[in-house]
């Protein structure tokens, strides 16, 4: 079995799913996992913000839009008139759950239902389009009887892998299924999802309770990039990454990856392929339990930190300190990304500044505190057990004149964050990029 995953670009026209049906043609038993057309999910959220705020006309106007759009599709991709009728009627179905949660006042869990609807309906399309149109064999799952996440929103493995058997065991003799990234149930038996690019966990999940031989995440880009192509020129994909390499680049801002989903892939030794709709000859990136040889294979940056720098005479020699200072983050449930620690005084990033000013208040409690906003992080991800010293004075040689306001290293093997203004960061990937990647 293998689990072919394609986001909302892959599949965000007529013309763009029959190239998906192309690239999915094999004699191997196969799960192919759609996003929602590139667009939907975004134009749903406003949607559900619009009702939030009470404009349910234009809440019915964008929806409407939006129903033309898949009409429109509708009748691109499927030639055959009675086809096209039987396949409108489908979709409005689709459109009716949004628009009849417009009657009252929306809730948690009417959004939900609303955000629901766009994997509902790339697949609906694509479906009838493989069966109907190129009159091959496909069985439509619904992830809504196999997906499942508890009640801390974590995916609850053993009920998606019992699940997901079941529905295949229903059909012993089909090679080809087509089911719905991103959406789930969650511990009530709610529709819910996985969270915004939450379609490539669900690849990867479907991947590990399917035991799958491999994992295809299908994009627009070729693979993981050794840096930022926004912001630096000449970059490449990278061909091999270690399943820890990917995950710390997948969560420092390389976007093409979903963070959380090279955990079940990494947990069943399933390897994964990012591969591109565009090109699809292109290797790509492969991750899997083997890396490539050089230490440092890629840099990536993620925006939006916060320092707190918290200075405190009671730290020396204390025990406990830490523990008290960490306290202070999971009252407001924030997760802390990078730290560094002297004897008097500990530095600190978060991403979610939600709760800021509570912390920032708490912590004044132990003493000075000093907050830096609009830092970046600069993660350098690689192997870099054997060539530690190497690796560290070549990045740090390249960034002599961008001022340094955090370093971790030796966390993991295979990352060193550095934490800059982000004011600093072009400057600071580029300066990286002609000193690790460009050598002569
Ligand atoms: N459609 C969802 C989103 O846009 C999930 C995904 O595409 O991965 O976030
Ligand atoms: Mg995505």
């Known amino acids: 079995m293998k689990v072919l995953k394609f986001g909302g670009t892959s599949v965000g026209s007529a013309e763009r799913m029959r190239a998906v049906a192309e690239l999915i043609q094999s004699d191997e038993r196969r799960i192919v996992v759609l996003s929602a057309m590139s667009g939907t999910t975004n134009a749903l959220v406003n949607i ?10 234009a ?13 429109m599709v509708a009748r691109e991709l499927l030639p055959n008139e009675a086809h096209v009728t039987d396949a409108i009627t489908q979709v409005d179905a689709r459109f009716r759950a949004v628009f009849d949660l417009m009657r009252g006042p929306l809730t948690a869990s009417g959004e939900k239902v609303i955000l629901a ?60 299924f087509i089911t719905q990234g991103y959406i789930c149930r969650n511990a009530d038996g709610g529709i819910d999802n996985l969270k915004r690019g939450g379609s490539d966990y669900s690849a990867s999940l479907i991947g590990a309770a399917a035991d799958a031989s491999e994992i295809q995440i299908w994009t627009d880009i070729d693979g993981l990039h050794n840096n930022d192509p926004r912001v630096v020129e ?24 979903h963070p959380s989903s090279v955990l079940p892939a990494r947990q069943h030794n399933i390897p994964v392929r990012l591969l591109n709709t565009m090109q699809p000859e292109a290797p790509g990136t492969l991750i899997s339990s083997k890396t490539g040889p050089e230490p440092i294979k890629a840099v990536a940056a993620k925006d939006g930190l916060v320092a707190i720098n918290v200075k405190s005479s009671r730290m020396l020699l204390a025990h406990g300190f830490l523990r008290s200072l960490f306290e202070v983050f999971e009252r407001y449930r924030t997760p802390i990304d990078m730290i560094t620690t ?18 920032l208040n708490d912590l004044r409690g132990f003493g000075t505190v000093e907050v830096d906003k609009n830092q ?17 004075r070549l990045a740090f040689g390249a960034l002599e004149d961008v001022p340094l306001r955090m370093i971790s290293y030796g966390g993991s093997p295979n990352n060193i964050s550095i934490l800059v203004n982000t004011a600093d960061k072009t400057r600071a990937l580029k300066a990286l990029n002609a000193g690790l990647f460009q050598k002569a």
């Open 48 to 57: 559900a913000r619009l009702l939030y705020d009470g404009d349910t006309t």
């Open 59 to 71: 809440a019915t106007y964008q929806t409407e839009i939006l129903r033309q759009h898949y009409l």
């Open 234 to 257: 000449g970059t490449y994909p990278i061909r091999e990454l270690s399943f820890d390499e990917a995950a710390e680049l997948a969560y420092f801002g390389a976007k093409i990856l």
């Open 342 to 359: 002297s004897e008097v005084a500990v530095s600190l990033t978060i991403d979610d500044a939600t709760h800021l000013e509570e912390i």
């Open 376 to 392: 970046t992080i600069i993660c350098l991800v690689g192997n870099l057990v054997q060539s530690t010293h190497g690796a560290a």
């Open 117 to 176: 609807q766009g994997e509902l309906l790339s697949t609906l399309l694509f479906h009838r389009y493989v069966t109907q149109v190129l009159g091959q064999q496909a069985v439509l799952l619904p992830a809504l009887d196999f997906m499942k996440i508890d009640r801390d929103e974590e995916p609850d493995a053993a009920y998606i892998r019992e699940h997901l058997a079941q529905q295949l065991a229903q059909y012993p003799d089909n090679q080809l």
